[in-house]
Nanobody, 116 residues
Framework: QVQLVESGGGLVQPGGSLKLSCAAS????????MGWYRQAPGKQRDLVAR???????NYAHSVKGRFTISRDNAKNTVYLQMNSLKPEDTAVYYC??????????WGKGTLVTVSS
């Protein structure tokens, strides 16, 4: 079983920055695609960013140029650096580990609130 624990959420003003962390149980990165998803109240859970075993990344259009996903293999940790935050970024952010074709593990989420 894979365990994922997010941290780093909180309240930030528009235009500010936060860095989220996702600590994984062991060295899972050779076997899983890691991603960040978010879910706002009344909305579906949407992909924010993914990082692949090759270190290739992709991003939702709404965050491209503002958010950066990265990982530290030695620490078994994935990060999401969020800059130029907007009120519409307010959501619970979830860490995800995916392995084809149908295996997914999720963290419990961390709340990000962007408000003045």
């Amino acid at each position: 079983q894979v365990q994922l624990v997010e941290s780093g959420g909180g309240l930030v003003q528009p235009g500010g920055s936060l860095k989220l962390s996702c600590a994984a149980s062991g060295n899972i990165f050779p076997y899983y695609i890691m991603g960040w998803y978010r879910q706002a109240p009344g909305k579906q859970r949407d992909l924010v960013a993914r990082i692949f075993n090759s270190d290739s990344t992709n991003y939702a259009h709404s965050v491209k140029g503002r958010f950066t996903i990265s990982r530290d293999n030695a620490k078994n940790t994935v990060y999401l650096q969020m800059n130029s935050l907007k009120p519409e970024d307010t959501a619970v952010y979830y860490c995800n580990a995916h392995r084809n074709p149908s295996t997914d593990y999720w963290g419990k989420g961390t709340l990000v609130t962007v408000s003045s």
